[in-house]
């Protein structure tokens, strides 16, 4: 039983308000260390200079799209192992069948409540404590 509070996390979302909202999501689950970033790229820099154990990222972004920025982590060694969770505001299967076989570890529909993003990072880490 991990705490969330020993997690730390790398939000990437073009949209302030998503990566606010996911923020808060996280700080009511108790996760304290989140990072955030506006688009694959700036995500990727902060991977390569201070990893996380879990990104959450938008699917659909400028620059690097999400499965671009999975991609880019899945095949970097040091960082490749990082959960990695798939926000999207659709629930396409082709999309999520690319993510899949790119190596994502969940993903998250929006809207999306508290209870839904617990559920998703407890699948991957296990029941925190």
């Not at 069948?97 to 998250?108: D, E, K, S, T």
Request: net charge positive; charged share 20%; glycine share 8%.
């Amino acid at each position: 039983m991990p705490a969330p509070s020993s997690i730390p996390c790398l939000v990437v979302d073009d949209q302030q308000t998503m990566r606010s909202l996911v923020r808060t999501g996280l700080q009511q689950l108790g996760f304290r260390t989140i990072h955030e970033a506006p688009d694959g790229e700036e995500g990727l820099r902060h991977m390569l200079s201070r990893p996380v154990q879990l990104v959450i990222s938008d699917y659909n972004m400028p620059k690097l799209d999400g499965l671009g920025l999975l991609r880019a982590i899945r095949s970097h060694p040091p960082i490749q192992k990082t959960a990695f969770i798939m926000l999207t505001g659709r629930a396409d299967k082709e999309l999520v069948q690319r993510a899949v076989q790119f190596g994502v570890n969940n993903y998250l529909v929006k809207p999306f409540t508290v209870g839904t993003l617990k559920e998703k990072i407890e699948a991957i880490f296990g029941v925190l404590a």
